[in-house]
């Protein structure tokens, strides 16, 4: 009896557990959301319930005076870390809050860290390989990748840095001493003058110099 009288009293003791966002409130000030546990909850007849949204739940964004900024969408899963004080007076004025409410690791005191994935939302294309700032499909990316190479793309153009400094642009390669290799016909200023098909104007045999091109 008292260990299930134990086990009833810790349901309501909160630490952490999975969920998903069920919308993005105030995003331009406060980056709070709406937050769904992911977890049922079991009553003391064994019948199981979902429990209600979490609102007004600070998001993390990591960083200090220079962070990461990523978009959060409806259905984004991640994990609810819950404060073992009341977070009202703190997500007011930072710093060494007043404690308003005596409540502790209560549903309400709420914090949501993007990223963990359930088997049905985890990244495709994942590589494990230096690190990657990219979308969860993988067709945008930047990566820093560990044999020292650079790659950017997002699907239509590509950036490429290898280790030795050679930077490819869409097939143009660029070597670190500034040679510059393209696959295609150089085409440049207003009045698209080609580089392989141009002609000169005012050519005369002899030491002189031809006109410009045309």
């Known amino acids: ?91 007011n004025t930072g710093g060494i809050a007043q404690n308003p409410i005596g409540r502790m690791h209560d549903l309400q005191d709420a914090f949501f860290i993007p990223g963990f994935r359930s088997n049905g939302n985890v990244l495709a294309d994942f590589q494990n390989n230096g690190i990657r700032l990219r979308n969860k499909t993988g067709s945008q990316f930047a990566w820093l990748k560990n044999d020292d190479s650079i790659e950017i793309e997002n699907g239509l153009g590509h950036i490429r840095m290898a280790a030795d400094g050679t930077v490819t642009i869409n097939n143009v390669v660029i070597t670190p001493e500034g040679l510059i290799t393209t696959p295609e016909n150089i085409v440049w200023g207003d009045g698209a003058i080609s580089g392989e098909d141009h002609v000169h104007s005012g050519v005369d045999p002899g030491a002189g110099n031809s006109g410009p091109p045309v």
């Open 1 to 91: 009896m008292i260990e299930s009288a134990f086990r009833e009293l810790m349901k309501g003791v909160y630490t952490c557990v999975p969920g998903y966002v069920i919308s993005l409130i105030d995003s331009g000030s406060k980056q709070r959301a709406q937050i769904q546990v992911g977890i049922e909850r079991v009553d003391v007849n064994g019948a199981s319930f979902a429990l209600k949204p979490i609102i007004d739940v600070p998001v993390h964004f990591p960083g200090g005076d220079y962070c990461i900024e990523y978009e959060i969408n409806k259905g984004c899963e991640g994990l609810i870390v819950f404060s073992q004080r009341c977070t009202d007076g703190w997500k």
